[in-house]
Nanobody, 115 residues
Framework: EVQLVESGGGLVQPGGSLRLSCVAS????????MSWVRQAPGKGLEWVSN???????MYADSVKGRFTISRDNMKKTLYLQMNNLKPEDTGVYYC?????????RGQGTQVTVSS
């Protein structure tokens, strides 16, 4: 059974930073694309970033230059380093198996950017 457990969310002021983590189990983590998606209040899911099994990242234009995705295959953990956070980054962040968040997702972690 695929399990994905996110952590690291919280309340941060604009311009601040957070690092999200996602621990994976139940599948061959190192061989899979992994992604982050988010859902702002009252809106649909938005793809944020993905990373392939060769550590090549891709980012949505809205986060490019501010967010960094990475993975540790030994720990079966996916990360999202988020810098220079903006109020529009507020939402629930989910990690997902696959490139665009359409496969299994975790329960999510809340990120709130507010002064």
């Amino acid at each position: 059974e695929v399990q994905l457990v996110e952590s690291g969310g919280g309340l941060v002021q604009p311009g601040g930073s957070l690092r999200l983590s996602c621990v994976a189990s139940g599948f061959m983590f190192s061989r899979n694309y992994m992604s982050w998606v988010r859902q702002a209040p009252g809106k649909g899911l938005e793809w944020v970033s993905n990373i392939n099994n060769e550590d090549k990242p891709m980012y949505a234009d809205s986060v490019k230059g501010r967010f960094t995705i990475s993975r540790d295959n030994m720990k079966k953990t996916l990360y999202l380093q988020m810098n220079n956070l903006k109020p529009e980054d507020t939402g629930v962040y989910y990690c997902s198996r696959g490139p665009f968040g359409r496969l299994e997702r975790g329960q999510g972690t809340q990120v709130t950017v507010s002064s």
